[in-house]
């Protein structure tokens, strides 16, 4: 589909795979072909299915750009937090095949999937930004609230605690975990099953379910973007 984003069709699934030979930064050029394939993955009413390459779901935002600041950073902020927007109220069921580490606004699509299975393994799933001297958008704040279990928001949000796969589960960013052999075998009966879903129960029931997360997450990207503007 493009250089960094791969889509193939089979069976009503959608596998969207991101990768750029390293760790899956969030470029508008990553961002902008993820945008696209979810456009086809709508047009062809599929289940997504949202993966990585070996060992990284993505590192976050590409921090070259983030750190230059400008236009061209804030626009990326802004497609970052809006694509997990869409995700959360996507007409299909989103799972996520999370190979390995998820940090920062990769934690944070992880956080927008229906369904998370990660790997056992040496990996990292944080919400880092306090660790690395950002303070926490509101946007991200919001969107980890939705998700993740009240006892581990905090230490996840203001301590940028490190969580591994496993802790990852109670903390809510992982739903399962399996063995790296066993995820894309598990990722693709857990997306074919979800096929068997009424469609448009499930969008209405998914709509009403996040109400309140979805209009807190649009309140706050405004709020933050209203902010980078001043």
Known sequence: MGELVSYHLEDSIATITMDDGKV?????????????????????????????????????????????????????????????????SFPRPVLIACPGHAVAMGVFLLLSGDYRIGVAGPYKITANEVAIGLTMPLAAIEICRQRLAPSHLNR???????????????????????????????????AKALTKLDGVAHVATKLLARDHSLRAIRSAIDADFATLRT
Not at 53 to 68: I, K, Q, T, Y
Not at 158 to 186: K, M, N, Y
């Open 24 to 88: 899956n930064a969030l470029s508008i050029d990553m961002l902008t072909e993820l945008g696209d394939a979810l456009d086809r993955a709508e047009a062809d009413r599929a289940v997504v299915l949202l993966t990585g390459r070996e060992a990284v779901f993505s590192a976050g935002f590409d921090l070259a750009v983030l750190g230059s600041g400008g236009e061209k950073a804030v626009a990326m902020l802004r497609a970052g937090f809006e694509l997990a927007e869409r995700m959360l």
């Open 156 to 190: 996840a949000v203001i301590l940028a605690e490190v969580f591994s796969p496993e802790d990852a589960i109670a903390a809510g960013f992982l739903d399962r975990v399996v063995q790296s052999s066993e995820l894309q075998d598990t990722a693709r009966s857990a």
